[in-house]
């Protein structure tokens, strides 16, 4: 079909182009037929221009005008005009002209969009994931995704100028854990064998620096077979990165400079560096989280010193098996009903704690299921340690540490949105989170795993530790968390092939394992690795959180459902018998 191609996008024209002839194309956002003459916002990218047609102006388009649709694809050819006084947009940039039309070219039909083609859509997740095509169109969402568009952009300069190489790393590769579980892709041409989808490109990025690149990243697909989360996807983006002969210092000054860019390229805030810092154990302390919301301070404080002497048994017994008394202050809670502090039991209690201690404050002592069992000391020291007075409302956890820690970080946060702590609007918090375990202990399996993974260095004051106690060492480890969301995390590497024997054997990885699963990472630090250490962005959580999005479904193109469904191409699909038989697959 011939048409006329565009002299101007449906976002530029100005009252500077009253009297010129120009062509439009685009899709037709809205109709409206004032018996006689037919108003069409005619939309693209760029933005919408209302078009006429009228009878008097061009019979024949206004003929052609009558048969549009919402969502045609049309091209249109006129004249741009003052649009009649009173009549303007002024909430639009073209709202001040009009297009009289005197030509227009159907380039194609449309049918009936399953949703309108608008802002603040208010329909199902579901069908706007199956129609994703027709919901990119929306401007929400062509913005999302403009807005990610300009974050790798700046990404991309930012590690330029500073010497990264952008460098590509295979989608096929080895199966070898991470962390999370591996997608499999059977080989055809290696009957019985696997490639693995990267969780990561970790092993490679280090290979990298042992190939003397000093400075690598990638803005790449990482893939975790894991089970259903809320705002999980099966394959997600990250910003990698590793640099050679560094410490975390290096690391987080070039991070911190990454993100003043962004902040300043995306947002246009000028963000505050160095950024502030919390070790694992104080984070857990004071927020009960490793990523913890400092955009209010709601802290939590460790009252073990208080109950050294204490009868009540809950605490006693706490003490004696090294757990952990900690209590949160809810300033002018005191007026909380029994049934609201219910709720709130009931809400710790979902989580694994065993119950809640709740105490009201009063002028003349604390009102509380418990207060019969603290001695006058214990009761007038808790009031000054959390410095509670007359009206605030008290909570208490004990228990294991890091679960009791947790647990009452979760009622911190719900806490806070009770008291309405996070308000708008305010200052965006970073904060990056240091010394993390190396090892974690799993009750399931009866063995530790590595915190990060089986490659991030022991702080090398513990290196001692990692065959007697395992479980007291540090890593080399850091997280970057913004208003409470993890958006980055990494580490200084074991670039010792010794020490890397040391942590596998902490993990009970034997030498055999290690050969099959890490031998050629393994083999490589054999042959001069420098110090390296590197980090990995969550991109599509800090485009969503840039974007102010709840979902990160929300920034991607094209997402998959929470159940890792692909709506729109019904993936993941059944193949064909002849498929799998290549494959030298059976379904069972
Ligand atoms: N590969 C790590 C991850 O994906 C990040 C890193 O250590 O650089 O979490």
């Known amino acids: 079909m011939k048409f006329n191609k565009r002299t101007h996008t449906c976002g530029e024209l100005r009252e500077d182009n009253i009297d010129q002839h120009v062509v439009l194309n685009g899709w037709v956002d809205t109709r409206r037929d004032l018996g006689g003459v037919i108003f069409i916002d005619l939309r693209d990218r760029y933005g919408i221009t209302q078009v006429v047609f009228e009878p008097t102006f061009n019979q024949s388009a206004h003929e052609i005008g009558k048969d549009l649709r919402s969502e045609y694809v049309i091209s249109i050819e006129g004249k741009v005009r003052r649009r009649p006084a009173g009549t303007e947009n002024p909430s639009i940039p073209t709202g001040f002209v009009d297009v009289m039309v005197e030509k227009v070219v159907i380039l194609n039909k449309s049918l009936t969009p399953p949703f309108q083609i608008k802002d603040k859509l208010d329909v199902h997740e579901d069908i706007r994931l199956k129609y994703r095509y027709l919901d990119l169109r929306r401007k929400e969402m062509q913005d999302n995704i ?18 990264f190489i952008e460098i590509e790393t295979p989608v096929l590769m080895k199966s070898t854990p991470e962390g999370a579980r591996d997608f ?3 080989s055809r041409l290696h009957r019985g064998r696997f490639y693995a989808l990267p969780q990561s490109p970790q092993q490679y990025k280090q290979l990298l620096m042992v190939s003397g690149f000093d400075r690598y990243f990638q803005i790449v697909k990482c893939f975790r077979d894991e089970d259903l989360r809320a705002d999980r996807q099966p394959e997600f983006t990250q910003i990698d990165l590793e640099m ?31 950024l502030p810092r919390l070790t694992f154990d104080e984070a857990m302390e004071k927020y009960g989280s490793d990523k913890p919301d400092l955009r209010f301070d709601l802290e939590m404080v460790t009252l073990n010193e208080i109950f050294e002497e204490t009868e009540f048994k809950v605490f006693k017994d706490t003490l004696n098996n090294n757990g952990i008394i900690t209590g949160l202050l809810a300033a002018g809670c005191g007026d909380y009903t029994r049934n609201q502090l219910d709720v709130l039991t009931d809400f710790v209690k979902k989580l694994g704690a065993g119950g809640l201690i709740w105490m009201r404050v009063k002028e003349d002592g604390l009102e509380a299921p418990i207060a019969k069992f603290l001695s006058d000391n214990e009761k007038s020291e808790l009031k000054r340690k959390l410095n509670a007075s007359a009206g605030d409302l008290i909570f208490i956890l004990s228990g294991p540490r890091l679960k009791a820690l947790s647990i009452m970080g979760s009622l911190r946060l719900e806490m806070a949105k009770r008291m309405n702590l996070i308000g708008d609007n305010i200052e965006p918090k970073l904060v990056w989170i240091t010394d993390f375990p190396l090892l974690e202990w799993d009750d399931e399996t009866h063995r530790y795993y590595a915190m990060h993974h089986p490659f991030t260095s022991p702080n090398l004051e513990d290196l001692e530790l990692l065959s007697d106690d395992p479980g007291k060492v540090k890593a080399r480890a850091y997280d970057l968390v913004y208003n409470g969301n993890e958006i980055a995390g990494g580490s200084i590497r074991i670039h010792d092939a010794k020490l890397q024997g040391k942590m596998f054997d902490a993990l009970g990885i034997s030498n055999e394992e290690a050969e099959t699963k890490f031998g050629f990472l393994m083999n ?65």
């Open 184 to 186: 499999l892709v059977p």
């Open 244 to 274: 050679s002969f560094v410490d975390s210092e290096d690391v987080y000054e070039m991070m911190e400079g990454l993100m003043k860019r962004l902040f300043k390229d995306i947002k246009g805030y000028d963000l505050q560096v160095p």
């Open 146 to 163: 403009i807005l990610r568009h300009k974050m790798y952009q700046s990404a991309r300069s930012y590690l330029g100028a500073n010497d």
């Open 524 to 588: 490589a630090f054999k042959y001069g690795a420098p110090p390296h250490g590197g980090i990995a962005f969550g991109f599509d959580r800090l485009a969503m959180l840039f974007a102010n999005q709840d979902s990160i479904r929300e920034v991607i193109a094209f997402p998959k459902t929470s159940s890792g469904m692909s709506l729109m191409d019904e993936s993941p699909s059944i193949v064909d018998e002849s498929q799998l038989k290549e494959l030298h697959i059976k379904i069972k």
